[in-house]
């Protein structure tokens, strides 16, 4: 019953990514801010789709994040923390204005933090 219910909402949200990345294209003026939440962890990218190219990363996985002294990645004050540090390291790159992309999840909690964070330190959507 749980595995069928899991299931389902992977359907789902795979359907709706689909179609957001049907709409959102990045390119090199302004790439896409692509959003991957696992259960304990945040990967944040910025992709430049013409080219293919991932321009800036930014995962809760790395030893940088990590000295921050969080438990791990999957909490709101991480994920701001993520958008913070994805966002200064664009402006190091030069990137000024991004497309955000949600990537199916509701833009709500981790997501919103992300976005709001990454605003804050400039980018502009």
């Known amino acids: 019953m749980l595995k069928q219910r899991r299931k389902k909402k992977e359907i789902r949200r795979a359907g709706v990514r689909q179609r957001i ?8 003026e302004r790439p896409r801010l692509t959003v991957f939440r696992s259960v304990r962890h945040l ?49 190091a790159a030069g990137i000024v204005k991004i497309v955000f992309d949600r990537g199916g999840y509701a833009y709500h909690g981790r997501v919103r933090a992300v976005a709001d964070a990454a605003r804050e330190v400039g980018l502009e959507f």
Do not use: N, W
Request: aromatic letters at 6%; proline letters at 2%; charged letters at 30%.
């Open 21 to 28: 990345r049907r709409r959102v294209r990045g390119t090199a």
């Open 43 to 91: 990967h944040l990218q910025l992709i430049d789709d013409v080219e293919g190219k991932t321009l800036v990363s930014v995962s809760t996985q790395e030893a940088s994040f990590r000295e921050q002294s969080f438990r791990y990645g999957a909490t709101v004050p991480a994920a701001s923390a993520a958008g913070k540090m994805l966002g200064e390291r664009a402006k």
